[in-house]
């Protein structure tokens, strides 16, 4: 069960990502370009402090991205959930459907922007008691949502 | 739930659909409470005042008002009882158990049937006194959420457990099942098969190995606190201990001794901490499990303890979820053990539910039996985790008192570099027997996990009760192949660290099996 292919997420995950860390880069390029403008450091360093933002940008907005699009996958079968994850920390998690307390889809803002959407399965357990899928096409999720309701509802009858 | 029928109501005559209130003694049990903290304080005060110079500031001018001051905290408090009292109601209705109280903000609070997992008993000393129990309607939620009536009589908390709980049963099971199973259980707890009891004796050997010297934290506590009642100030006696030289006084007394007598002093020492621990291990485990009983009623597991506060809990079988078997360093050598359940329900703050603290492994096993599990046996395949798990754990910790030890040594201070060396030593070994002792194995129906070296702690689930199964792996474990794996467990954790990646998938790959063949909502709840 470990060998089956993992299905990629929608491209348009790495791209909120993406925006996410321009966010968190802009007030570290504010701040560098303020201490550039008013020049309190002397010469050949005044613009020293713009190393920071370029560094997490770097960091943030090229590589992790990608590097994290690419470390994540789903695989869906009849009755189980498999969600891998992780650049360094690899994770990979199965659950399945019979296990399934209740369902999530979840969007933010950008993530609407976007049409991509967070599938959430919450379980019974302490540890794993929610686990999320991101970047699924909004209507991937609704079906997948479904997918397992049904499979939930037909057990229980 | 409309389809639960009115009529075979269970026998307990509860008043259903009625707004009742809690037993008015309750009111005195609130008094008694809070006086108690209001008056011990207003008694020092007193005492201060009384001793007081009568012409000074402060306190003394107070004196006249004693009494009248006295009588408005009763006053205040008599008041607040009452309405705290008379605002607090209950009821128990067709799907679920609703609780208002408070006087000027207002709560109510309403639990479904369906979300209840216990309804336990609880009796503190000053209730148990007036004939009153707490009962407690457990959801899982844990702690301050739980739901609580505070107190009503012992026969209402009786009828009221035994209402709830046919009403719980009745929206787990079908109908007609529940008022099968409620006619042919009207007294239920009147029968039960005692598993496990500990008696007099039980307790005091429990209680030597309950070596504890929170006494002494106690005594530290209750001086700082009651210090200013002390006739000197102890603070400046201690640093008069220092500053008079007494302390060096006391070291020339002592070395006046001969050596015999100052070997004998120092055990004399020794020998009284270890008798006032263990001392005060037997009075706590006196206090807390006198009278200690487990039994296999019809409705589960019913334990009921305590010799001050005496709680009375029921857990049904199948709300089992996994057993630990645990032991200690020491009692390990003289064949005790301690049984409790994982479930979702909580036990005076713990997790797990002790159903056996201190018991030989041949009383052990009837109950684990009785619970659905079976204690591994000597034909158990247990299986290790990876060798190269522990030599990098192993590594990563002797490397830092190592290279100390190595440096003190080219320092020249050798007896710390030598020192610092058995340090790294003794980690190293410890990590090489860990690998030694904790294993895992998995039978067609449970998972089990064997976890420490000198106090080894053993966890069965049934593999059908997992949840879900996840795989982690930092870098490291990475770069050298082995992983976590975590089963997702109700109420507790179940986690092995550092297994082949091969064993964790195969294991991954049977237990997702059992899962999936057995829906959530056909386990019992």
């Known amino acids: 069960m470990d060998t089956e292919p993992l299905t990629k997420l929608d491209p348009a995950y790495a791209t909120v990502m993406r925006i996410e860390g321009t966010l968190t880069v802009l007030p570290f390029l504010i701040v560098a370009i303020v201490l550039g403008v008013v020049g309190p450091i002397p010469q050949p360093w005044t613009w020293a402090p713009m190393i920071v933002p370029v560094l997490i940008a770097l960091v943030a907005v090229m590589l992790l991205p990608m590097k994290r699009y690419r470390s994540r996958g789903y695989h869906i079968s009849d009755d189980r959930l498999r969600v891998v994850k992780g650049v360094l920390f690899h994770a990979d998690t199965v659950v399945p459907f019979s296990r399934v307390q209740h369902l999530d889809v979840e969007q933010n803002p950008l993530e609407r922007m976007f049409g991509i959407a967070r599938l959430i399965l919450h379980t019974a357990g302490t540890h794993n008691s929610s686990v999320t899928l991101p970047g699924l096409r909004h209507g991937d999720a609704v079906t997948m949502r479904e997918q397992i309701r049904a499979h939930v509802k037909r057990e229980s009858l | ?525």
């Open chain 2, 1 to 525: 739930m409309s389809e639960v029928p009115a009529a075979p109501e269970p026998a307990p005559e509860v008043e259903m659909h009625e707004w009742l209130r809690v037993n008015p003694l309750s009111m005195a049990v609130q008094m008694v409470r809070t006086l108690a903290s209001a008056i011990i304080p207003a008694i020092f005060i007193l005492y201060g005042a009384a001793t007081a110079e009568p012409d000074s500031e402060g306190l003394a001018r107070l004196a006249p008002y004693f009494i009248p001051i006295l009588v408005l905290i009763v006053g205040i408090n008599l008041a607040g009882a009452y309405l705290n009292w008379w605002r607090l109601r209950y009821r128990v209705g067709d799907t679920d158990v609703r609780v208002e109280q408070g006087v000027l903000s207002r709560s109510a609070r309403s639990v479904p049937y369906e979300r209840i997992q216990d309804v336990s008993l609880e009796q503190k000393l000053i209730p148990r006194l007036l004939g009153l129990v707490e009962v407690k309607f457990e959801t899982g939620a844990g702690g301050k959420e739980e739901l609580k009536l505070s107190y009503v009589s012992e026969v209402e908390g009786e009828k009221l457990r035994e209402t709830v709980r046919a009403l719980v049963e009745g929206e787990a099971t079908a109908p007609s099942a529940s008022a099968e199973a409620q006619a042919s259980e009207p007294v239920p707890e009147a029968r039960g098969e005692l598993l496990f009891s500990m008696d007099a004796k039980r307790l005091f050997t429990f209680g030597l190995f309950n070596f504890s010297l929170v006494i002494f934290a106690v005594l530290i506590g209750a001086l700082q606190q009651l210090e200013f009642l002390l006739p000197f100030d102890m603070w400046d006696y201690i640093a008069d201990i220092f500053r008079d030289d007494r302390i060096a006084q006391a070291g020339d007394l002592v070395n006046s001794y001969s050596t015999v007598a100052q070997i004998i002093a120092i055990l004399y020492a020794i020998g009284a901490v270890i008798v006032v621990g263990m001392a005060s291990g037997v009075v706590r485990t006196f206090v807390r499990d006198w009278e200690f009983r487990l039994e296999r009623t019809p409705k589960g597991f019913r334990r009921r303890r305590g010799l001050l506060t005496k709680t009375d809990v029921v857990m049904p079988v199948h709300r089992v979820q996994a057993l630990v078997v645990k032991t200690g360093v020491i009692r390990r050598r003289f064949g005790w053990h301690g049984l409790s359940f994982i479930s979702l329900a909580q036990d005076a703050g713990s997790a797990n539910h002790d159903v056996a603290p201190f018991a030989k492994m041949d009383e052990i096993a009837p109950i684990a039996r009785e619970a659905g599990f079976t204690l591994p046996g000597e034909s158990a395949a247990w299986r290790r985790a990876s060798a190269d798990y522990y030599f990098d754990r192993a590594v990563l910790q002797a490397f830092f008192p190592e290279t100390a030890a190595l440096i003190a040594i080219a320092l020249g201070y050798t007896w710390i570099g030598l020192l610092l060396a058995a340090v790294a030593a003794i980690l190293v070994l410890g990590e090489y027997f860990l690998w030694r002792f904790v294993r895992h194995a998995l039978d067609p129906l449970q998972v089990l996990s064997r976890r420490g070296w000198l106090a080894p702690n053993l966890r069965i689930a049934n593999r059908v009760k997992l949840h879900s199964v996840e795989i982690t792996q930092n870098p490291l474990a990475r770069w050298r192949g082995y992983c976590t794996l975590r089963f997702g467990l109700a109420g507790g954790r179940l986690a092995f660290p550092g297994l082949s990646m091969e064993d964790a998938r195969e294991m991954r790959a049977a237990v997702l099996d059992s899962i999936a063949a057995v829906d959530f909502a056909k386990l019992p709840r």
